[in-house]
């Protein structure tokens, strides 16, 4: 009987000293990497709706500056015609 508790708190030590924190060990491991992984997955589909906003950002001011050369050239010919007006009187 004595033997047999021996074993046991033997058993018991082994536990308490190496399998415990092994199991604790590898259980945060893993909760790490899922949040890991889940933070890169967030970040990348972050990187990816910035990369959409930025191409339409990017053909919305072409749009725009296309939209100016054309009122620049309109206010060019316009003042050539007021001054070409001008000179006549």
Not at 46 to 57: G, N, P, R, T, Y
Not at 68 to 74: E, G, N, P, R, V
Request: aromatic content about 4%.
């Amino acid at each position: 009987m004595n033997n047999n508790l021996e074993k046991s708190e033997k058993i018991l030590g082994i536990a308490r000293n190496y399998i415990i924190p092994l199991v604790v060990f590898i259980t945060g491991l893993a909760v790490a990497w899922s949040v890991l992984d889940s933070s890169v997955k967030s970040n990348a589909l972050a990187i990816d709706h910035l990369e959409v906003q930025c191409s339409d950002a990017s053909s919305t001011i072409n749009i725009a500056l296309q939209r100016l050369a054309s009122i620049d050239a309109k206010l060019e010919y316009l003042v050539k015609e007021i001054d070409s007006l001008s000179s006549i009187h």
